[in-house]
């Protein structure tokens, strides 16, 4: 069997007693970073050994893995925190080993999309979790812009040296007064949540250097039926519509088929790499 074990995203008491029965008794455990998770098993006094399986040799070493599930082995497949396979390594071989016959079972534990959601106070029946943003100015632009108008609440994951930028980009894409919640260290000892709109949580880290350390996940209220969300959506058909037509021709028909205003969207659509 593989067990697919949660591991504390950061407070280590969050290891389930029933995740660390499974990581004791298996053959071997997959990890990300076996130094991490070596740090962890020992917290705990476990001494199976842990195998790196990670993005660079998932494809090569998921053939190897499978043949010891279907020699007799159990293995556990854990990530360096959280639930794996959420932005993080895992689907290729969990793909190859149920492919294989192999029972493949979970073993829940947190993970930082739903933690953040848990506490965000914003609407969790629906959401869209967008992993981290491209890491290039111009290419996370265009990724806002095409997501300016999805109703769902957003959540999405970021570095601690692009956050500020991320907050301007989210700003210019879906408006100064969008809500949205900024989860920062989740379960560690310096653990913080904003909330309050995008302009707001932009100032408040912008002033703080504390809020500009650590892990991120931004949780960002979806588009409503309100003028922001109006201008969003036209702003994102002004960016595809104005790499083919002139900028002023774009934004007439932007403000056409969205009815947002003409002079919000022009000179909105350009972007750098």
């Not at 074990?5 to 029933?18: E, H, K, Q, W, Y």
């Not at 999309?113 to 290419?139: C, M, N, Q, W, Y």
């Not at 959540?155 to 989860?183: C, K, N, Q, W």
């Amino acid at each position: 069997m593989l067990h697919v074990v949660a591991t504390p995203i950061g407070n280590l008491a969050d290891l389930s007693p029933r995740a660390q029965d499974v990581l004791r008794s298996v053959d071997a455990i997959c990890a990300e970073d076996t130094r991490h998770t070596r740090a962890l098993l020992g917290h705990f006094g476990i001494g199976t050994p842990a195998l790196a399986l990670h993005e660079h040799n998932e494809d090569v070493l998921s053939e190897r893995i499978v043949a010891r599930l279907l020699g007799g082995d159990s293995l556990a497949l854990v990530s360096d925190a959280g639930t794996p396979l959420v932005s993080d390594p895992g689907f290729r071989l969990v793909r190859a080993a149920r492919a294989a016959g192999v029972r493949v079972s979970p073993v829940p534990g947190p993970s930082a999309v739903i933690t953040a959601l848990s506490v965000a106070g914003l609407p969790s029946d629906r959401f869209a979790f967008e992993g981290f943003l491209p890491a290039k100015p111009g290419a996370r632009r265009d990724a806002l812009a095409r997501l300016a108008g999805e109703p769902r609440t957003l959540v999405f994951y970021e570095a601690s040296h692009r956050i500020v930028d991320t907050l301007a980009d989210l700003r210019a894409a879906f408006g100064d007064a969008r809500p949205a919640v900024l989860a920062r260290e989740l379960t560690k000892l310096f653990e913080t949540v904003l909330d309050g709109s995008l302009v707001d949580l932009h100032a408040q880290v912008e002033a703080d250097p504390n809020q500009r350390k650590g892990e991120f996940v931004l949780v960002v209220q979806g588009a409503g039926h309100d003028d922001d969300a109006q201008l969003a959506e036209g702003r994102r058909v002004y960016g595809l519509l104005s790499a083919h037509l002139a900028p002023s021709a774009a934004a007439k028909l932007a403000a056409e088929i969205t009815g947002a205003p003409r002079k919000a969207l022009y000179g909105t659509g350009t972007s750098d790499g």
